[in-house]
């Protein structure tokens, strides 16, 4: 029999073709002695000891299948180069992006100072009754909002569509220009002459040393003062001290963060009280959509090759 390792933090179970056996193994731990002969690794919230046993003991190990979107740790870890290692692209995009729209219009339609108001048992009475539906300064309404998505993958193209069914005016911007998913996409290179007609900065880009704090005091500074930023890639894109100043100092209208460097966000870090914004624990995955079908199609490449031998 081959084996795949399921790692006790999945949830799904996939259909294992014929000569196929699975072992559950702690995703926490190193691999046990028994399971030196699998051939596909599955790994979801692995820990560094997880993978560095994995790269090292299990030596007829073919395919490592990522359910997660970032695969950085995995390909830290020193696996052989022989080994297929697999991210989860795509498996995040539908809670991602459901998780977006929450902390953009929770920003837009001002509910972390209502929930304060309620706190306190007072009705905000500027929060609500008439209003302009564009008021100068002020970004109250995702009809006709200016946004670019920063980093147009998959939960990009997820997103655009709800973005603009609520009203937006959506672009993405990527390595290079084109179209995709029949939204306008903008190289890098141009983002900052867009970035004054931006009311919506959405950051999902990936970690690396190229976009380590992308969202610098350059970036922030070139967007109007009114205008909304949003991080759900990763922590180290942002520069949080700049953006924590822009807050205090009135330059942007707001910020919503599910990611930080470092995470957790360290108890007293500066950044907890900052003005007009949200931050959420690295909520808005987790749970990755449709896991069982891409183990399944592993499974599926791997059945027609010849079992592993050890190496």
């Known amino acids: 029999m081959r084996k795949i390792l399921l790692p006790d933090t999945l949830t799904d179970t996939p259909a294992l073709p014929a000569g196929w056996e699975a072992a559950v193994i702690d995703a926490r731990a190193e691999i046990p002695a028994e399971h030196r002969d699998a051939e596909l690794l599955v790994v979801w919230g692995a820990s560094r000891a997880h993978l560095a046993s994995a790269a090292r003991d299990l030596p007829r190990l073919r395919l490592v299948q990522s359910l997660a979107a970032g695969i950085e740790g995995v390909l830290a870890a020193g696996f052989r180069d022989d080994v297929e ?24 339609r001002s509910l972390p100072e209502s ?5 306190r048992g007072q009705w905000a009475s500027h929060l609500g009754g ?6 100068e300064g002020q970004l109250t309404t995702l009809l006709g909002a200016r946004v670019l998505i920063w980093g147009f993958g998959d939960i990009g193209r997820t997103l655009a569509p709800i973005l603009t069914a609520l009203g937006a005016q959506v672009r993405g911007a990527a390595h290079s220009a084109g179209e995709r998913g029949g939204f306008e996409v903008i190289a890098t290179e141009d983002v900052p002459s867009a970035l004054p007609d931006t009311d919506v ?75 007009r914004l949200i931050i959420t624990p690295h909520a808005a995955g987790g749970r990755p959509v449709g896991a069982a079908a891409r183990i399944e199609e592993a499974l599926r490449d791997l059945d027609g090759t010849p079992p592993a031998t050890e190496a």
């Open 130 to 135: 008439l209003r302009e539906l564009h008021p």
């Open 201 to 275: 900065l959405i950051d999902i880009l990936p970690a690396t040393e190229q976009t380590r704090h992308a969202v610098d005091a350059a970036v922030l500074a070139a967007l109007p003062d009114h205008a909304l930023v949003v991080n759900v890639g990763r922590g180290a894109t942002l520069d949080q001290d700049v953006l924590r100043a822009a807050l205090e100092a009135g330059t942007i209208g707001g910020a919503a963060l599910d990611v930080t460097d470092p995470e957790p966000l360290p108890e007293g870090d500066p950044l907890w009280s900052a003005p």
């Open 115 to 119: 929930l304060e108001a309620q706190r």
């Open 85 to 108: 290692i697999r991210s989860g692209a795509g498996l995040h995009s539908p809670t991602v992006a459901e998780h977006t729209i929450g902390l953009l219009l929770a920003l837009v």
